[in-house]
Nanobody
């Protein structure tokens, strides 16, 4: 069973940047990995994913061009670089994984393993 742990959340001013990390107990390139977020009073939404094979990445429209997902060289960690953060990005961010070694991934809720989440607050 893959275990995941997020880190890197915190308080940042509008326009600032944060880099979240999702540390895994095993190699992440055997899995599709996704980042989700849940804002207060809203449902959890997928915002980005990276495929197991080839590292192809996908983004939700409201983060496209601002967020970048990637896999660290050790393949045990997936990061989410978040730039130009805005107050509406405030949420608990979680990473999730599902066994799928293909070259695509999906922005849906079909992920089997989940981290605990890390808080991101964007405020002046």
């Amino acid at each position: 069973q893959l275990q995941l742990m997020e880190s890197g959340g915190g308080l940042v001013q509008p326009g600032g940047s944060l880099r979240l990390s999702c540390g895994a107990s095993g190699r992440t390139d055997y899995y599709a990995i996704a980042w989700f977020r849940q804002a207060p009073g809203k449902e959890r939404e997928p915002i980005s994913c990276i495929s197991g094979t080839d590292g192809n990445s996908y983004y939700a429209d409201d983060v496209k061009g601002r967020f970048t997902i990637g896999r660290e060289a050790d393949v045990h960690t997936v990061f989410l670089q978040m730039n130009n953060l805005q107050p509406e990005d405030t949420a608990v961010y979680s990473c999730a994984a599902t066994i799928f070694a293909g070259n695509v991934c999906f922005l849906d809720n079909n992920y089997s393993y989940w981290g605990q989440g890390t808080q991101v607050t964007v405020s002046s």
